[in-house]
């Protein structure tokens, strides 16, 4: 059995949806960030840096794993699944995961941080990360051209960067032109452990939304 420690945000959503895609069953923990939940000393044994997502998978003598790219690496090597089996298939598949990890969810992380919940609009910060998102869309845009799946079969990479790109319109980027990255977006959304996966837990309101995230960012 997989325990999944929580919250309704995209990093989140990746261990969700690849956990519904291998069909196993799992526990879900939610972790309250408006009482800093995270931050608590039994969370903090489990994932030092007190961020969500992390698993215990008490099928491997209660092992933790935290970091959700981390998480999809321990779940696609342990079941053969969601990743090529191939020794070249791998690492383009490692390559796009850490684009997603390094690249496009810090930038959009800090895009929807400058955009949406700080209260100091700062312009310039705004558009920095927003421009640097549209750059990364549009690199995985080109890169899409004449393939359905990022790495030729569906993989890990494909969860981990549909779970960000899914939400341009909340952190307000432009993808205009980029039909490469539409199609890729509308063949993602009609998986059935997409979709599962995109609710658990399930989505607050805006509102709350906003009140959770400024939270998290201040603690």
């Not at 420690?5 to 949806?17: E, Q, V």
């Not at 684009?99 to 992380?109: D, K, S, V």
């Not at 009609?190 to 607050?204: D, I, W, Y």
């Amino acid at each position: 059995m997989i325990e999944l420690f929580t919250a309704a945000t995209p990093n989140g959503y990746k261990i969700s949806i690849a956990l519904e895609e291998l069909g196993l069953k799992y526990k879900v923990r939610k972790l309250d960030f408006n009482n800093a939940e995270q931050k608590e000393e039994w969370f903090l044994k489990i994932n030092p840096n007190g961020r969500i997502p992390a698993i215990i998978d008490h099928d491997n003598d209660g092992l933790s794993v935290f970091e959700s790219g981390a998480i999809l690496l321990y779940l696609a090597d342990k079941y053969n699944k969601l990743i090529p089996q191939d020794p070249v298939g791998r690492v383009r598949c490692i390559e796009w995961l850490m684009f997603q990890m390094g690249g496009l969810g810090p930038m959009q992380g800090q895009a929807n941080v400058f955009g949406r919940y700080f209260e100091e609009k700062i312009p310039s910060a705004i558009s920095r990360y927003r421009n640097e998102c549209r750059r990364l869309y549009s690199v995985l845009d080109k890169h899409l051209e004449g393939r359905e799946w990022i790495c030729d079969e569906y993989s890990i990479a494909d969860i981990a960067n549909w779970t960000w790109v899914r939400i341009y319109k909340w952190s307000e980027i432009d993808i205009s032109g980029l039909d490469n990255l539409r199609l890729w977006m509308d063949r993602m959304k009609e998986r059935p452990a997409c979709q599962k996966g995109c609710n658990v837990p399930p989505r607050s309101d805006e509102k709350t939304q906003v009140k959770s995230a400024k939270s998290m960012i201040q603690k």
